[in-house]
């Protein structure tokens, strides 16, 4: 016979149940490809780089989100400068400096919001353990647009309770006050007493070590590391559990009752 051990589930969007890498090449190919333009996989490389760099100081409050979503292009046009490592690629810095900077980043967000490509058919897992009677959640960084919109089209929105995302919670990923939030707004709505949720029946899901893993710790929570591919004796101390397939979160939600100490 067994039993549940948690009964919450807060889930990772990106590089968890969805594959970001795969939508941010086509959401800039598409992108670029509006303005008469096309990448390889070099402008896309220097891209993905200067993407995730933004994100991790956005993660150490190094930058601003304003800065973020803007300087990531200002910064990846800089690269097309002639002598620049991007230079000769095709696509002449004067035509990129024609283009207004928010704007390209307008259409790279709608494009984004736009695609999905699901993560080892996340969505029948979700599925399934809502019918089992888990209470699921999205605790995800991004734009609250674009995320709404590509968990509306991936189906998400249906099984999950709740979308936590940090533009509209406020704070990103790891600070501790992005999961008190979602930690509050959970308990006033499903505790006994509507005002706090136990924390030892919750698990948070997810791809990052710095934002997912880092912040379920500081925030006191059991902690999933889904690392695809990786061996189980890598798991990190800090985290509670290691997964390097998503279904096997299932062998940790359930527990057998002679294995409860």
């Given amino acids: 016979m067994r039993e549940r051990r948690y009964d919450i589930i807060l889930w990772d969007v990106d590089g968890t149940l969805l594959d970001f890498h ?50 990531r292009f200002t910064d990846l046009f800089e690269l097309f400068r002639e002598g620049g490592p ?27 919001g736009d695609v999905y490509f699901y993560l080892d058919d996340s969505l029948s897992l979700c599925k399934k353990l809502k ?12 734009l609250e647009q674009v995320q709404k919109n590509k968990l509306h089209l991936a189906g998400f929105d249906a099984v999950m309770e709740a979308l936590f995302i940090s533009e509209a919670v406020g704070y990103d990923k790891p600070d501790v006050r992005f999961f008190e939030h979602c930690l509050r707004e959970i308990g006033q709505k499903y505790s006994c007493d509507n005002t706090e949720v136990d924390k030892t029946r919750i698990l948070v899901v997810g791809d990052s070590m710095t934002s997912d893993m880092k912040g379920a710790q500081n925030a006191g ?25 998503l279904w096997d979160v299932e062998d940790i939600l359930w527990q057998n009752q002679k294995d409860k100490s």
């Fill in 22 to 71: 795969r939508s941010e090449r086509w959401a800039l190919e598409e992108v670029f490809r509006f303005y008469g333009m096309q990448i390889d996989d070099a402008i896309y490389k220097a891209f993905y780089e200067i993407n995730l760099d933004y994100w991790k100081r956005l993660e150490r409050r190094e930058v601003t989100r304003a800065e973020l979503l803007t300087g």
């Fill in 86 to 112: 991007l230079s000769g690629k095709g696509i002449g810095y004067e035509t990129l400096a024609g283009i207004e900077v928010d704007e390209f980043r307008l259409c790279y967000q709608k494009n984004l």
């Fill in 131 to 142: 019918e089992e009677g888990f209470l699921q959640f999205v605790v995800s960084n991004g």
């Fill in 221 to 245: 929570l059991d902690r999933c590391w889904f690392a695809p591919g990786a061996a189980q004796e890598e798991k990190p101390e800090n985290v509670t559990w290691m997964i390097s397939r």
